[in-house]
């Protein structure tokens, strides 16, 4: 049974560091893994997605990596500002089917 | 392109009412996926509808079901509404089934049951 763990389960960062979210899984047998944002009382915001057959995904200051044989992926945020408050959120498809299994999130803030 | 709405965007049930959530796709897109959201069980996958057939199921009871109509609008209903059921309740849609397709969320429907 796929698990996704992320972790920290919060961050806070000053503004302008950079900063990095981890992403586990437990089986590596993956379709593709995507990276959400979530805004309180919100629905959620696609970031990156990444093929199965990718190493990583680059999307402005945001870039994400996988890595299928450890069971990880990562998202770096460059000079990180306040605007990316949010929950951050990894989902893996096991299948071409629409199921998303998701990790419980990363909360972080970023302080002025 | 007009996103994914989703109607109610609030509702309050009693235990024991039964409630429909609405779901419309991006125009275009076929595939419409049900997720629940708690604070302590994070998202969980109810189900997928592409083309008018549930394709997946996640592990829910029975009372929760769900369709989709030919013009791939999508609804869910829970029956025999309990206090475990408050949640919020976001639909997903893609333009197909295939595993490339970045799934696009609507704003949810927060449902409380008192």
């Known amino acids: 049974k796929q698990e996704v763990t992320q972790i920290p389960a919060a961050l806070s960062v000053p503004e302008g560091e950079n900063l990095v979210l981890n992403c586990s899984f437990t089986?590596?047998?993956?379709?593709?893994l995507q990276w959400f944002r979530q805004d309180p009382g919100k629905g959620l915001t696609s970031l990156l997605l990444?093929?199965?057959?990718?190493r990583e995904q680059t999307s402005g200051r945001l870039n994400a990596s996988l890595d299928k044989s450890s069971g990880r992926s990562t998202l770096y945020i460059a000079a990180s500002q306040p605007g990316d408050s949010a929950t951050y959120l990894c989902?893996?498809?096991?299948?071409?089917?629409?199921?998303?299994?998701f990790g419980q999130g990363t909360e972080l803030s970023v302080k002025p | 392109k007009a996103g994914v709405t989703q109607t109610p965007r609030y509702l309050i049930k009693t235990r024991g009412q039964q409630v429909t959530l609405s779901c419309s796709p991006i125009?275009?897109?076929?595939?419409v996926s049900w997720y629940q959201q708690t604070p302590g069980q994070g998202l969980q996958f109810l189900f997928e509808?592409?083309?008018?057939?549930?394709?997946n199921k996640g592990n829910f009871p029975g009372r929760f079901s769900g369709r989709q109509f030919s013009n791939s609008r999508s609804e869910m209903n829970v029956s025999t509404l309990e206090l475990g059921d408050s949640a919020l309740y976001l639909c997903?849609?893609?333009?197909?089934?295939?595993?490339?397709?970045?799934?696009?969320f609507g704003p949810g429907t927060r449902l409380t049951v008192l």
């Open positions: 997903a849609s893609r333009p197909t089934s295939g595993s490339t397709d970045t799934q696009y």
């Open positions: 125009s275009g897109h076929r595939s």
């Open positions: 990444i093929q199965s057959s990718q």
């Open positions: 989902a893996v498809a096991s299948d071409q089917g629409g199921k998303l299994i």
């Open positions: 089986d590596s047998a993956i379709y593709n």
């Open positions: 509808y592409f083309s008018e057939t549930q394709r």
